[in-house]
């Protein structure tokens, strides 16, 4: 079966400084990874996902994500952080092939960025 | 394009009632998803339509859970004899096959049963 697994409950960083979320995933076949954010009482918003190519991928509010296979991670990163980027935040993995897209998701990653 | 829009976005009912909620996708989208999301956890699939067919149900949906797209626009999911357990958050979300398939989420439903 295919998961993600987020190791970290929580992380914190200082404004200005560079972030990092983590996520390893487990999948037979090709991994389809994707990140999103979730304000407070609000629905969960996309940032960014991974199909094929390049394995840096860039997304919305600045935000990128690195994926190694070797590692079989997909960490979340953005150089700069803002107080506005606190939030939860999930990693999911596609479940399913042939243009089946169920997403599972991580338990996910509180942000705190402090001022 | 309006997003997903879903209804009511909070609701508190008495243990054993019946609840509704609407969700309306993005225009267009052919896949519509319902999750479920309880405090601390990540969301939960529990069914997913393609146009008006409902595709797959997950285990967590119990019979005293339905959901339907009857013209493969607007979806509604029903609880009947709602237990304290179904306190949630109720996700919808769409998809546009053609376009990557990515899932955009509502603002979510809260449900509290007293």
């Known amino acids: 079966a295919q998961s993600v697994a987020q190791p970290e409950d929580q992380v914190n960083v200082a404004e200005g400084n560079p972030l990092t979320v983590k996520c390893t995933y487990s999948v037979s076949g090709n991994p389809y990874l994707f990140w999103y954010v979730q304000y407070p009482n609000r629905g969960l918003q996309f940032l960014l996902k991974y199909i094929t190519g390049d394995n840096l991928v860039k997304g919305s509010y600045g935000f990128e994500a690195e994926f190694n296979k070797s590692q079989t991670s997909f960490h979340l990163k953005k150089p700069s952080a803002l107080v506005s980027d606190s939030a939860l935040y999930f990693c999911a993995v596609r479940d399913g092939g042939g243009g089946y897209n169920k997403l599972i998701f991580g338990a996910g990653t509180r942000l705190a960025v402090h001022p | 394009d309006t997003g997903v829009s879903q209804d009511p976005r909070h609701k508190i009912t008495k243990r054993g009632q019946n609840v509704t909620f609407r969700c309306d996708p993005i225009s267009e989208h052919n896949r519509l998803y319902w999750y479920r999301q309880t405090l601390g956890q990540g969301p939960e699939f529990l069914t997913y339509f393609q146009n008006e067919a409902q595709l797959e149900k997950s285990r967590l949906l119990s019979d005293r859970f339905s959901a339907e797209r009857p013209k493969g626009s607007f979806s509604t999911l029903e609880i009947q004899r709602t237990e304290q357990g179904d306190s949630a958050m109720y996700l919808c979300?769409?998809?546009?096959?053609?376009?990557?398939?990515?899932?955009?989420f509502g603002e979510g439903s809260w449900l509290t049963v007293v």
């Open positions: 979300a769409s998809s546009l096959v053609q376009q990557g398939n990515t899932i955009y």
